[in-house]
Nanobody, 127 residues
Framework: QVQLVESGGGLVQAGGSLRLSCAAP???????????MGWFRQAPGKEREFVAG????????KYADSVKGRFTISKDNAKNTVYLQMNSLKPEDTAVYYC?????????????????WGQGTQVTVSS
């Protein structure tokens, strides 16, 4: 079982930046390093959507078109943590952001079935 704990959400003005963190304190570094990690978000009244993903060794990343060029996902296996750096934030980025993990990778970070999920962290971007 992989427990995921997100942090770093908050209220920011449009054009600002936030960095979300997702820690996995319940597993060893070796186990964490074997997992693919993803960030998803869900806005009020909308379905959850993929934001970004990264492979276990950080060799490959993928982003939703809506965040490409503004968001960066990174993974620190030594700290059992994955990050989402969010720049040039827009009001439409307002959502609850969730971290997810899986040890099973089938070649597409967007559609891979993620097995473990965090509790979410609220990001609110004011105009």
């Amino acid at each position: 079982q992989v427990q995921l704990v997100e942090s770093g959400g908050g209220l920011v003005q449009a054009g600002g930046s936030l960095r979300l963190s997702c820690a996995a304190p319940s597993v060893s570094g070796r186990t964490f390093s074997m997992h693919i990690m993803g960030w998803f978000r869900q806005a009020p009244g909308k379905e959850r959507e993929f934001v970004a993903g990264i492979t276990s060794s950080s060799s490959s990343t993928k982003y939703a078109d809506s965040v490409k060029g503004r968001f960066t996902i990174s993974k620190d296996n030594a700290k059992n943590t994955v990050y989402l750096q969010m720049n040039s934030l827009k009001p439409e980025d307002t959502a609850v952001y969730y971290c997810a993990a899986t040890a099973n990778y089938y070649g597409d970070l967007r559609t891979t079935q993620y097995d473990y999920w965090g509790q979410g962290t609220q990001v609110t971007v004011s105009s």
